[in-house]
Structures are given as structure tokens and as C-alpha cells.
């Protein structure tokens, strides 16, 4: 038999058939704090509790491009920082049925957020408040943020939080918040010196002294 003859005559229904969905969780530094964005459930299961964005991988497009999809219609966001998290594969995490998550996390700075074109359900909470949420969706968070603080000190990651120019005190707050630890100046300033170039602006208008504005290289 040939392989063309084998796949002519395969009978898939002979196999179960696990569904493949995705989970985004997309994070963003407001208020000083590192947040997520969530959505309430309208529907059962976990009707009404809070769940990170989600849908059903298509059959005809690839993980990322259903990842890209689910965040665009959550957010109208495209074109940030997104990356493959995890695979969450445990045989009970949606009472439905077998549901298999592909996670993704994303980056974004608050100023790229166009809080208009939100969902209804769907809003930014601080991840340290977070309490309880549908699914293992809380496991999906830590990993992300734990995936987001290994890569700090070796990507250039953090610069996905801040706008396309900002200043030093400005950078350095946003690994702070990541890092949940405090920097001292000069070695941050040394650390970033050649990932970063000056624009000759100045940010005026505070009571402080006026800051350099800066912009990745």
C-alpha cells in the first residue's frame, strides 16, 4: 500500500479527539503595578468569574495566528510583543471536555492601550490582587510572570512596557516592577547604556529636575 493509498482509506474518527484552545495573558505596568488584562465569563462554565482571554484554535490557522486573532478581538491590539508560554494539558482543567491550552503572554506599554476599544467584560487588574479565576488560568499568570522575570536580564523584553521614548527613571521603574526589587542607579544606567540612544528632548514640567528622554536602539 502505498501512502497516498494509506491516507485515502485513514479513518480519523477512530481516534479520540481532544479540543485545542488558547489563553492569553497580556500583561502592562499601570498605576505602578504589573497587570493583566481579564474578562468576566458570560457563560458556564465559571459563569460570571473572571478567566483570561481565550478561544478555540480554528482548523485552518496555525497557534499564533489564533493567539494574534483572540488578542485583536479582545483588544484591537496587533503587532506587540507575544510569545508562547506553556501547554496545560491536565486531563480535568475544563469540565467540558479534554481541553488542551496553548498559553501565549504579551507585552504592552500603557500608552499603546486604547482602553475604548476593550471588551465590556474585559479590564486590567493588578496581578498581586488577583484572587481567584476560571480554570487554571491563576497557574498561567505566575508562569508568565516568572517567564517575564527570567528573561528581563537577557532580552530586551522590558522595553515592550515603556513608550517609544521615555526616560531613565522611567526604565528603571518598569524592571523594578518586574524584578520586584530596587536597582541602584548607576548600575542600572551602566546596565542599559548600549541598548538605549538619547532623542536630545527633555521632559520638563515636573518638580523635579528635567530627565534625558531616551529611546531603544
Same mark, same amino acid.
Given at each position: ?5 494509506? /491516507? ?20 502592562? #505596568?499601570? %498605576? ?9 465569563? =458570560?457563560?458556564?462554565?465559571? *459563569?460570571?468569574?473572571? *478567566?483570561?482571554? *481565550? ?9 499564533? %495566528?489564533?493567539?494574534?486573532? *483572540?488578542?485583536? =478581538?479582545?483588544?484591537?491590539?496587533q ?5 508562547q ?20 503572554? &504579551?507585552?504592552?506599554s ?10 465590556? %467584560? ?10 481567584? /479565576? ?10 508568565g ?6 528573561? #528581563?536580564n537577557?532580552?530586551?523584553? &522590558?522595553?515592550? /512596557?515603556?513608550? %517609544? ?15 520586584? =526589587? ?26 523635579h ?9
Amino acid at each position: 500500500m502505498t501512502e497516498q493509498e494509506f /491516507l485515502k482509506n485513514y479513518d480519523s474518527s477512530n481516534y479520540q479527539k481532544p479540543s485545542v484552545a488558547v489563553d492569553i495573558a497580556l500583561f502592562t #505596568i499601570h %498605576e505602578n503595578q504589573l497587570q493583566v488584562l481579564l474578562t468576566k465569563r =458570560q457563560a458556564h462554565p465559571f *459563569a460570571g468569574m473572571l *478567566a483570561l482571554p *481565550a478561544t478555540f484554535v480554528g482548523i485552518d490557522e496555525t497557534l499564533d %495566528e489564533c493567539a494574534k486573532r *483572540a488578542l485583536y =478581538q479582545k483588544t484591537g491590539l496587533q503587532n506587540i510583543y507575544l510569545e508562547q508560554l506553556y501547554t496545560w494539558g491536565d486531563i480535568n482543567r475544563d469540565p467540558r471536555m479534554r481541553i488542551i491550552s496553548v498559553s501565549y503572554y &504579551a507585552l504592552v506599554s500603557e500608552s499603546n492601550i486604547q482602553f475604548s476599544e476593550l471588551e465590556q %467584560e474585559a479590564k486590567f487588574y493588578p496581578v498581586d490582587e488577583i484572587k481567584s /479565576l476560571a480554570f487554571d488560568h491563576e497557574k498561567i499568570i505566575a508562569y508568565g510572570r516568572e517567564r517575564i522575570r527570567n528573561k #528581563i536580564n537577557y532580552t530586551d523584553i &522590558a522595553f515592550s /512596557l515603556v513608550p %517609544e521614548e521615555f526616560t531613565l527613571p522611567q526604565l528603571q521603574k518598569i524592571y523594578e516592577i518586574l524584578l520586584n =526589587q530596587k536597582l541602584y542607579k548607576a548600575n542600572f544606567r551602566k546596565k542599559i547604556s548600549d541598548k538605549i540612544i538619547s532623542t536630545d528632548k527633555m521632559l520638563s514640567g515636573t518638580k523635579h529636575r528635567p530627565s534625558r528622554i531616551y529611546k531603544k536602539k
